[in-house]
């Protein structure tokens, strides 16, 4: 027997004891512990290096970018709107000077 197998039995039993021992999920308690056991090896083999062939134009180069401040030349940081889609409330002159005028006069518009 090979160590995935025996993974994947020893994985199964300790399901089957954690569940209280029920009997007639044999299966469920085997795929549970396949899945498991796969998650495992894949996140194992997400730690592996890969090996890098610097004359070798088709990987991708492993150059990496120095690291920054997060701000523009304006020392401004960004924001999750785009530049031009932020509204902002109006200011209260604005909202003084709009109420000191009335209603807009609809008669005018209409000329």
């Not at 007639?24 to 899945?35: K, L």
């Not at 796969?38 to 088709?58: C, G, K, M, S, Y």
């Not at 909202?95 to 000329?111: I, M, Q, R």
């Amino acid at each position: 027997m090979d160590d995935h197998e025996q993974r994947v039995r020893e994985r199964a039993f300790k399901i089957w004891q954690e569940q209280g021992c029920p009997d007639g999920q044999a299966e469920a308690h085997w795929e549970m512990a396949r899945e498991l056991v796969a998650i495992e090896q894949n996140q194992n083999l997400t730690l592996v290096p890969v090996a890098r062939d610097p004359e070798d134009p088709t990987i991708a180069a492993d150059d990496v970018e120095e690291t920054g401040p997060a701000a523009n030349a304006t020392g401004e940081l960004p924001t999750l709107t785009d530049e031009g889609e932020q509204s902002y409330p109006p200011s209260r002159e604005a909202e003084h000077a709009a109420a000191a005028s009335g209603p807009p006069d609809d008669t005018k518009a209409a000329e």
